[in-house]
């Protein structure tokens, strides 16, 4: 089993950059695709990108290509996500999720077998 603690989170201006990390322990973090989600009570649960299993593959929602990068270190055991010019339609809470079935395909929530917690990301204008 896996667990998985995300830091980084915090309140930006509108045009500034966060980096979220994801922390695995307790598995083969490196058999595991891992997904960043991020949740609002207005829009729910939506996927924001994902990295296979080996790092080498990676997919995007529309709205943050050219602005997210997702990247993972299977020596460390962490994953990343880097977020520039953040807007405030990205304020969320931001989640990360391992896959077991590696690939990166998965854009479901259902299809992930763990979860963090979750760290607040507030962009204002």
């Known amino acids: 089993q896996v667990q998985l603690v995300e830091s980084g989170g915090g309140s930006v201006q509108a045009g500034e950059s966060l980096t979220l990390s994801c922390a695995a322990s307790?598995?083969?973090?490196?058999?595991?695709?891992i997904g960043w989600f991020r949740q609002t009570p207005r829009k729910g649960r939506e996927f924001v990108a994902s990295?296979?299993?080996?790092?080498?593959?990676?997919f995007y929602r529309e709205s943050v290509k050219g602005r997210f990068t997702i990247s993972r270190d299977n020596i460390k055991n962490i994953a990343a996500l880097r977020m520039n010019s953040l807007k405030p339609e990205d304020t969320a809470v931001y989640l990360c999720?391992?896959?077991?079935?590696?690939?990166?395909?998965?854009?479901?929530?259902?299809?992930?077998?763990?979860w963090g917690q979750g760290t607040q990301v507030t962009v204002s204008s």
């Open positions: 999720a391992a896959d077991s079935e590696g690939t990166g395909l998965a854009r479901a929530s259902y299809e992930y077998d763990y």
């Open positions: 307790g598995g083969s973090f490196d058999e595991y695709a």
């Open positions: 990295i296979n299993r080996s790092g080498y593959t990676t």
